[in-house]
C-alpha cells in the first residue's frame, strides 16, 4: 500500500473550509498560519466565510450558556450533561465543546442549543482526530529536535515543561527501528507530542495527547495486540494505530501494510 504522493492541497478554498474552526482558535502553527493568512488575502470568498463562521460561533456560545444556566427551560439537557458541558466550557484547555461546530450545520446549532448539546455528549470528535494526525504527518513540518543533536534517549525529557503531561513515548524494539526527531503539535484543541520513526521499510509519526476524560473514540477497527487493545484506521492513503495507556492517548500514523503496523505496535515497551 502507497500513501499518497505529493503534499497535501496547501490552503485552498476546501482545505480553509475544513481549517477554519482552528484557524479562529489560533491553532495553527507559524507555517500553517502564513499559508492561510496568504489564502485569505487573495480569496474574498475565505474571507467572508471567516467573518460568518466568526459571527455564528458567538452566536452558539450564546445560546450554549443561555441553555445550561439556571433559567433554562426544564428538560432540555439533563442536570448531570449540563454540569459536564459547562465544566468544559471552564476548562483553560479549550474544550471539547467546539467540537460541536464542525459535525453540526452552524445555523442550525445555533437556532437549538439542545441539540447542540445532544451532539456533545454523543460525539467524541475521535475520528476527526485520527484525520488531523494523518494530515499533520503528511505535511512533514520541520522537527523542533532531532534525535543526531541530543540523543534519542533525550526526547522524552526535551517535552518537559512544554505540555501539560509527561509524554512517555514507547520504545519500539523491532529491529531498525529509530526515532529521528520530535516537535510540538496539536490535534484539533489538544496540544500533542509528535516524535517521528525512521523504519527498515518506510516511516511512522507517533502523536500523544492527554485525554483525561476518555473523549476519543477514533472508530476503525478493534484488535488485541498482546495485552493492548488498539484500533487500526485508514485515512489518506496511511494506516493508523490508536490505543491507550491510562489517560493518555498514542497515534501511530505510517505507511506500513497493517501486518506490519500490528507487528511494530506488538513491539512498543513502556517504560515506568
Keep these: 500500500m502507497a500513501p499518497l504522493t505529493g503534499p ?12 477554519v474552526d482552528a484557524w479562529l482558535d ?24 471567516a467573518a460568518s463562521r466568526g459571527e455564528l460561533r458567538q452566536a452558539l456560545r450564546a445560546s450554549l450558556r443561555e441553555a445550561l444556566g439556571p433559567d433554562a427551560a426544564a428538560g432540555r439537557a439533563p442536570e448531570t450533561l449540563r454540569r459536564s458541558v459547562t465544566a468544559a466550557m471552564a476548562r483553560e484547555r479549550r474544550p471539547a465543546w467546539r467540537r460541536v461546530l464542525s459535525p453540526v450545520p452552524l445555523a442550525t446549532a445555533a437556532a437549538c442549543a439542545a441539540g447542540a448539546l ?20 503528511h505535511r512533514d513540518l520541520p522537527l523542533d529536535v532531532t534525535a543526531a543533536s541530543i540523543g534519542a534517549d533525550s526526547i522524552p525529557g526535551w ?34 507530542a509528535y516524535i517521528r520513526y525512521a523504519l527498515p521499510h518506510g516511516q511512522a509519526g507517533l502523536f500523544i495527547v492527554d485525554d483525561p476524560d ?59
Design 8 to 19: 497535501l492541497p496547501s490552503f485552498d478554498c476546501a482545505e480553509f473550509d475544513r481549517s
Design 26 to 49: 489560533g491553532e495553527f502553527d507559524g507555517r500553517e498560519q502564513a499559508e492561510a493568512d496568504a489564502h485569505l488575502a487573495s480569496c474574498e470568498g475565505c474571507r467572508r466565510l
Design 118 to 137: 445532544v451532539v456533545l455528549a454523543s460525539h467524541g470528535g475521535g475520528g476527526g482526530l485520527v484525520e488531523e494526525a494523518v494530515r499533520a504527518h
Design 159 to 192: 517535552f518537559a515543561g512544554k505540555l501539560d503531561f509527561r509524554p512517555s513515548p514507547p520504545r519500539f524494539d523491532e529491529k531498525g527501528a529509530r526515532v529521528v526527531g520530535a516537535r510540538l503539535s496539536q490535534l484539533r484543541e489538544l496540544p500533542a
Design 214 to 272: 476518555g473523549r476519543i473514540d477514533p472508530g476503525g477497527r478493534e484488535i488485541q495486540v498482546g495485552p493492548r487493545t488498539v484500533r487500526l484506521v485508514s485515512s489518506r492513503g496511511y494506516n493508523v494505530a490508536v490505543w491507550r495507556k491510562d489517560e493518555i492517548v498514542y497515534s501511530l500514523v505510517s505507511d506500513l501494510d497493517e501486518e506490519d503496523l500490528t507487528r511494530l505496535v506488538r513491539a512498543a515497551e513502556f517504560g515506568r
